[in-house]
């Protein structure tokens, strides 16, 4: 089967007749959640269920749950996760009990996507902080110490393997340096190469076998004047540098940093390298006037990593969900952590 090398948002809690037509037109990879497409549970058990015998029965479903304040599966139908940033400040008072934490947050969260259907999680963030890193980011990085940033995310990858849901490292090749917010703006990290590489990029390089990677929406001016996801350089260095071997996503195409009707957006994307554009604002309809010049790309080729994940060995020691709610529990009161809402 050939598909079209998009993920696509949906517009509700349910799929109209208008919609299934016109997604089924394009064929996309995959589809992506957001809160727009949750109420409960069982609402959303029935819209999943309505994509697969809809659309595709092995469509990816795709949804942002990091944790923190980027959950699109909210309270009360759900538990409000830790954020990244709670978790790397746990580190600093015991590396044991946060990458422990890192690991059962990454199960549970599996767990909740897998009951639903959901098997692609856009987490976790491998940006790596600075004292400017731009709010919209600051609880979704774990540390400015890369080291630290490599050992939580390797113990949460860990964690979602055990449901399987496949992991999106992101925002790759790194965001931590912006001082501004890409959904609104283009941000511009001045900054060497050579510090990129051997600090912002580095966390890339140490999970660089993993199937996805989303892009950042950032000039690196030592590099290119363009931004990571449309850039030829950016994305060449992603595959030497970096040595990711990947499915490479766009971050939302209709984010501000980029510019240009969609259609050009698109093509750039595609034409630096990028494998798939990810499109979360729902106006899919928009596709179908380009969409004899939009590439047709074997499942088969871009799922080998996917496949490959969801079927390695899971943890020997691996304990029922209910045990390891039990002990995330126990985390959080020794600790005296407290998950906002």
């Not at 990816?60 to 309270?75: A, N, P, S, Y």
């Not at 790194?174 to 501004?180: A, F």
């Given at each position: 089967m050939f598909v079209s090398p998009l993920v696509l948002g949906l517009d509700s809690l349910r799929l109209s007749k208008s919609e299934v037509s016109i997604i089924n037109d394009i064929n996309p990879y995959g589809l992506i959640l957001f809160s727009r497409n949750v109420d409960d549970k069982s609402q959303l058990k029935a819209l999943i269920g309505e994509i697969k015998e809809s659309v595709r029965e092995d469509i990816?479903?795709?949804?942002?749950?990091?944790?923190?304040?980027?959950?699109?599966?909210?309270?009360p139908n759900w538990i409000r996760y830790p954020s990244y940033r709670d978790i790397g400040q746990l580190y600093m008072k015991s590396s044991k009990d946060a990458k422990r934490l890192s690991y059962i947050v990454g199960c549970l969260i599996?767990?909740?996507?897998?009951?639903?259907?959901?098997?692609?999680?856009?987490?976790?963030?491998?940006?790596?902080?600075q004292p400017n890193t731009t709010d919209i980011l600051t609880e979704r990085i774990f540390s400015s110490d890369v080291n630290i940033v490599m050992k939580?995310?390797?113990e949460m990858i860990k964690g979602f393997q055990q449901g399987p849901v496949v992991p999106i490292l992101k925002h790759i090749p790194?965001?931590?340096?912006?001082?501004?917010d890409s959904h609104l703006e283009l941000p511009t990290i001045d900054e060497s190469i050579e510090n990129l590489i051997c600090h912002d990029f580095e966390p890339f390089i140490k999970f660089n076998k993993l199937p996805i990677a989303m892009t950042a929406h950032v000039k690196y001016s030592s590099i290119d004047n363009l931004p990571g996801t449309i850039s030829k350089k950016i994305v060449k260095i992603i595959r030497t540098k970096i040595g990711f071997s990947g499915l490479i996503i766009t971050d939302d195409i209709h984010m501000q940093a980029l510019s240009g009707k969609l259609e050009s957006r698109v093509f750039n994307a595609l034409n630096a390298g990028c494998d798939v554009v990810l499109d979360c604002s729902g106006n899919n309809i928009d596709y179908i006037k380009f969409l004899d010049k939009l590439p047709k790309i074997k499942l088969t080729i871009m799922d080998k990593g996917v496949k490959d994940f969801k079927t390695a060995q899971k943890d020997e020691d691996f304990q029922n969900i209910d045990n390891i709610f039990d002990e995330y529990c126990s985390i959080l009161k020794d600790n005296k952590m407290k998950v906002d809402s």
């Open positions: 990816h479903i795709l949804i942002d749950q990091e944790g923190g304040k980027v959950q699109r599966l909210c309270e599996a767990n909740d996507l897998v009951d639903l259907g959901i098997d692609i999680n856009c987490a976790p963030c491998l940006d790596v902080g939580l995310a390797k790194g965001h931590g340096r912006s001082s501004l």
